[in-house]
């Protein structure tokens, strides 16, 4: 390969790059392949044989961010409570991702793509530029889906421990945290769209009122972001522990996982200021902390003044905000 770029009357940069790149990449997963069987084979060695009867190779494949790594591992036949299983010590021992055998890298490496992509499609092609590897668009969706499940699943445990005071309650001191809750209108897919158009048909006919068959099936996905605060001297004021909850919920459900994470996380003794930021919708208002203030945030602030303060004044309420003057507003007005 480098006689064959050395000897070239062309050389590119980016192309030598690429080439370089991929050839490092195959013995990478080389490397890997070779680790992975020599371990497999320590583990077959110091197995308990009468538990663990050894039923011969088998060979699979796990993607990840330098390509496909093709490797074979011993399965086992176990038998437990008169029930025989068949199972893969070094899958179960290093904890090899079961997302549809992909590493842990490279969901990660999904997970970052896909949120600031328009589809899966362009996730696929931003996967396939940045990495050695490919993933179609249905196994990028399917990765995305299997994700979303866990988080949704340990949430809900979340709440349930909650619920039955089963949570162990946190020691992190903190005078302040700061909370910002807001709504984002989608429209709906598949199923889930299927489902709204039905309910929306009942609806119509109990109020005796014909449907618009124009009409957009949205719902809101809401969001809500807990901190700590924010970093003085970062120009883009950084927030200190972000936490978010982004979902298709209700209000009460938003506040209950919100009140589990702080209960597990912080001495909530030691909190002396909670603080909601929101557009001033309903449900961002339900998700106040008890005894805590809500407020708009300065977005939804500065829209009231452009929406119902003559422009000859605006600039005067919009000065005295940056300048945090707050005393003066009132007499402005």
Same mark, same amino acid.
């Given at each position: 390969?480098?006689?064959?770029?050395?000897?070239?009357?062309?050389?590119?940069?980016?192309?030598?790059?690429?080439?370089?790149?991929?050839? %490092?990449?195959?013995?990478?997963?080389?490397?890997?392949?070779?680790?992975?069987?020599?371990?497999?084979?320590?583990?077959?060695?110091?197995? !308990?044989?009468?538990?663990?009867? #050894?039923?011969?190779?088998?060979?699979?494949?796990?993607?990840?961010?330098?390509?496909?790594?093709?490797?074979?591992?011993?399965?086992?036949?176990?038998? /437990?409570?008169?029930?025989?299983?068949?199972?893969?010590?070094? +899958?179960?021992?290093?904890?090899?991702?079961?997302?549809?055998?992909?590493?842990?890298?490279?969901? /990660?490496?999904?997970?970052?793509?896909?949120?600031?992509?328009?589809?899966?499609?362009?996730?696929?092609?931003?996967? +396939?530029?940045?990495?050695?590897?490919?993933?179609?668009?249905?196994?990028?969706?399917?990765?995305?889906?299997?994700?979303?499940?866990?988080?949704?699943?340990?949430?809900?445990?979340?709440?349930?421990?909650? +619920?039955?005071?089963?949570?162990?309650?946190?020691?992190?001191?903190?005078?302040?945290?700061?909370?910002?809750?807001?709504?984002? $209108?989608?429209?709906?897919?598949?199923? !889930?769209?299927?489902?709204?158009?039905?309910?929306?048909?009942?609806?119509?006919?109990?109020?005796?009122?014909?449907?618009?068959?124009?009409? @957009?099936?949205?719902?809101?996905?809401?969001? #809500? %972001?807990?901190?700590?605060? $924010?970093? @003085?001297?970062?120009?883009? #004021?950084?927030? %200190?522990?972000?936490?978010?909850?982004?979902?298709?919920?209700?209000?009460?459900?938003?506040?209950?996982?919100?009140?589990?994470?702080?209960?597990?996380?912080?001495?909530?003794?030691?909190?002396?200021?909670?603080?909601?930021?929101?557009?001033?919708?309903? $449900?961002?208002?339900?998700?106040?902390?008890?005894?805590?203030?809500?407020?708009?945030?300065?977005? #939804?602030?500065?829209?009231?003044?452009?929406? +119902?303060?003559?422009?000859?004044?605006?600039?005067?309420? %919009?000065?005295?905000?940056?300048?945090?003057?707050?005393?003066?507003?009132?007499?402005?007005?």
């Amino acid at each position: 390969m480098f006689e064959e770029i050395i000897t070239s009357k062309e050389v590119k940069f980016n192309n030598l790059e690429k080439k370089v790149y991929k050839f %490092v990449c195959f013995f990478g997963c080389l490397i890997i392949k070779l680790m992975l069987e020599a371990y497999d084979r320590k583990l077959m060695e110091n197995r !308990d044989k009468k538990k663990y009867r #050894h039923k011969g190779l088998r060979e699979t494949s796990v993607n990840t961010v330098m390509g496909e790594i093709k490797y074979k591992r011993v399965m086992y036949e176990i038998q /437990e409570e008169g029930i025989i299983k068949t199972v893969y010590l070094l +899958d179960e021992t290093l904890k090899i991702s079961v997302e549809g055998k992909v590493s842990s890298n490279l969901v /990660e490496k999904v997970i970052e793509t896909v949120p600031v992509t328009d589809s899966y499609r362009k996730a696929e092609e931003v996967i +396939d530029t940045t990495t050695n590897t490919s993933l179609c668009h249905e196994k990028i969706r399917e990765i995305i889906l299997k994700i979303g499940d866990k988080i949704t699943n340990k949430e809900k445990e979340e709440r349930k421990l909650f +619920d039955k005071n089963q949570l162990v309650a946190g020691l992190k001191e903190v005078t302040a945290l700061f909370e910002e809750a807001d709504g984002l $209108w989608i429209n709906l897919q598949g199923k !889930d769209r299927k489902e709204k158009l039905e309910k929306n048909k009942q609806k119509a006919e109990r109020e005796n009122k014909e449907l618009n068959p124009k009409m @957009k099936i949205k719902t809101e996905l809401k969001l #809500h %972001v807990m901190y700590e605060g $924010w970093k @003085k001297e970062d120009s883009r #004021h950084s927030l %200190v522990n972000k936490q978010y909850i982004a979902r298709i919920m209700k209000p009460k459900e938003i506040a209950k996982l919100r009140d589990a994470r702080v209960y597990s996380q912080y001495d909530e003794s030691k909190i002396k200021l909670r603080v909601t930021n929101g557009d001033g919708a309903k $449900w961002t208002k339900g998700t106040t902390a008890k005894e805590g203030i809500y407020q708009k945030d300065q977005f #939804h602030i500065m829209q009231e003044i452009v929406r +119902d303060v003559p422009k000859e004044y605006r600039n005067i309420f %919009v000065e005295l905000i940056n300048k945090k003057e707050f005393e003066k507003i009132q007499p402005a007005i």
